[in-house]
């Protein structure tokens, strides 16, 4: 019997724009501007960093926060958030559907994305509220992804078994055949609907469990 369903975050519950912003836009406009540079040069040289130290930074690799520190900018996470706040969106049958299924399940997230990231988009429209409990494999684990090891984590904090477990997500190597990896159930989403996945909605997600 399903106990637990596990979410993946970002293009799953929640698009990208916003994180586009913080890393491609705000983060090389606050460099260019307390470094008086151009937005370009600022943009070549911030984006060349984070390539640079992909795989050396570990689970910091993905906190604003090091990063605005790791550049010596005075701007913090609170000015970047208050500029882009606004543009964090859920998909539109998330509400529903995370409403619905907080009646039948304990709903969890496991994500890559660091903690703040999480917290930032749990808060819009209090979807916090449906969640038991919110893994973040770069600030609790000091992961670069969400490896097994984030998974095992989950059966051991909820005493259950791998076949307790249901996750779904839009990554086809960390949400699906990691997971999979630990005998726990998981789908792919595909919100795109460009390439081939198991649901191209959590609506049709939440039908599949309706039907077990
Ligand atoms: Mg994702």
Redesign the pocket.
Known sequence: MIKVISF?????LSD?QFDELIWRTEIPKAYAEENHMDFDCAYAEVTKEYKNLWGKAQGNWRDASFWLKHFGLKTTWEDLLGKVQHEIKHFDDVIPVLENLSKRFKLIIV??AERKFIDAKLKLNHIDKFFTKTYSASSDFNLKKKDAEVFQQVLKDFKIKPEELIHI???EEY?VKVPRSIGVQAFLLCRKKDKKADFYSLEAFKQHLDAL
């Open positions: 993946d975050l970002d293009d799953t990208s994500s890559n997500g839009d990554d949400d």
